[in-house]
């Protein structure tokens, strides 16, 4: 059983940068692929990066939305999975999730279901002047 805890939500400006942190039971990085998803107001829930397991070599795929402000990384030493996420704009509030799955593919993961994987509780995101 994978457990997945998330913080460093909180409430910015547009442009402004922050740090989501994503604590994971251990070893899950040597199986899973995990990967942070987000659900705006009234949204699906979208998985905008995603990180391949240790042994599929650790790639990386990220949605257009995201290409270029938000970079996915993990310190395994310490089973914590990260976004940093930059140039914040006020379409990126959103409930942030991370999660864990063993998906064929990293693009399938992106649009997994709800029931489908391990998932965190969720953090808020705000983005507004």
């Known amino acids: 059983h994978v457990q997945l805890v998330e913080s460093g939500g909180g409430s910015v400006q547009p442009g402004d940068s922050l740090r989501l942190s994503c604590a994971v039971s251990?070893?899950?990085?040597?199986?899973?692929?995990t990967g942070w998803f987000r659900q705006a107001p009234g949204k699906k829930r979208e998985g905008i990066a995603i990180?391949?397991?240790?042994?599929?070599?650790?790639?990386?795929y990220y949605a257009d939305s995201v290409k270029g402000r938000f970079t996915i990384f993990r310190d395994i030493s310490k089973n914590m999975l990260y976004l940093q996420m930059n140039n914040l704009r006020s379409e990126d509030t959103a409930v942030y999730f991370c999660?864990?799955?063993?998906?064929?593919?990293?693009?399938?993961?992106?649009?997994?279901?709800?029931?489908?994987?391990?998932w965190g509780q969720g953090t808020h995101v705000t983005v507004s002047s």
């Open positions: 990180v391949s397991s240790s042994s599929d070599g650790g790639s990386t």
């Open positions: 999660a864990a799955a063993m998906s064929r593919t990293l693009e399938r993961m992106a649009t997994m279901a709800d029931n489908e994987g391990y």
């Open positions: 251990k070893n899950t990085f040597d199986a899973y692929h």
